[in-house]
């Protein structure tokens, strides 16, 4: 992480009490869209909007144990994790009438703004233990995916992206004074950008085993390359990250104008390859988390309009927090 002053919690988590980085998180956020939104929908322009939150009271070490406290000596310090974040991003889709390969081709683009990123939070939590402050809103960093395609069968949906984050977020960095480390640089407890650029590359496959297409079963890889960080001789390592859920439309009238979609859901994300660079602490420390919860919506048929709810409950991680995500989104399609 960013520099790791915080000495009790360094020692807790398995790294060294020096500036460096351990456990880099990622830009994508797994636990956000809802089950079907990886598949290209049909030709026209999208607006979706997504609100995120996650909340948690736990940190696990690199074990995936979690840290409460630590003892130094003749001295036991407690670890007290309470942290609250919320996310805002807006996503405009457009799916052409194209075709690339047999495939739709579709591009979006996705400002985000939000009161703290989880990154700076889990960097403040294991480096400089500094409070997080999450009341200001700010904005954070901007997911484009330039190519989209989307290849629809009989009883398959197939999607294959590429998108990029651009660090445009509220990213900036601070020199405090600590004893036995001294004056070092470290990141501010409530950036809202990440730092650095990554490229990302995503496969989506969903299987539709009724002509009506009522019931849906997806799974989803998303593969996150990361550049340098800003300002640290640090790259992060490489993340998948697996997404899966069962979605089934069950109408509500006759005309089946209004459905109700329900079904469960979950993930598991995993830090593939080390961090590098001089700044990081412990390359050997590697991140993951699995999550399961459940999804349910209405869809409007005639405005196409839908509106989804789902949670996600993190039942094991490791090197990062452990907590719960929540997201409500609503989605309408102008023409």
Known sequence: MAACAGIAVCVALGVTAAPGFAAELGHFAPGVLNIRDFSVPDPGVYLAVYNYAYTTDRLNDRHGDEVDSVTIGPATLDLDVDFDMYALAPTLIWVS????????????????????????????????????DTSGFDVADLFVQPIWLGWTLKHFDFALGYGFYAPVGAYKTENVTLPILGTIEVEDANNTGLGFWTNQLQGAATWLPFENKATAVTGVLTWEIHENKQHFDVNPGQNLSLNWGVSQYLPLVKDQSLLLEV?????????????????????????????????????????????????????????????????????????
Do not use: C
């Not at 590098?276 to 919860?293: K, M, N």
């Not at 209405?298 to 927090?321: D, I």
């Open 263 to 335: 079904g469960p859901m979950g993930y598991s994300t995993w830090q593939v390859s080390d961090d590098r660079g001089s700044d990081v602490a412990d390359p050997g420390v590697r991140d993951y988390a699995h999550a399961a919860g459940g999804q349910v919506g209405l869809t409007y048929v005639p405005w196409s309009l839908v509106l989804n709810f789902h949670a996600t409950h993190e039942f094991a991680s490791q090197a990062r927090f452990q907590g719960t995500s929540y997201t409500l989104s609503l989605a309408k399609k102008f023409f």
């Open 97 to 132: 009438d194209w075709k690339i390969l047999g495939a739709k081709y579709a591009a979006y683009v996705s400002p985000s703004f939000a009161n703290v990123s989880l990154g700076a939070a889990l960097t403040t939590a294991t480096g400089s233990g500094r409070d997080v």
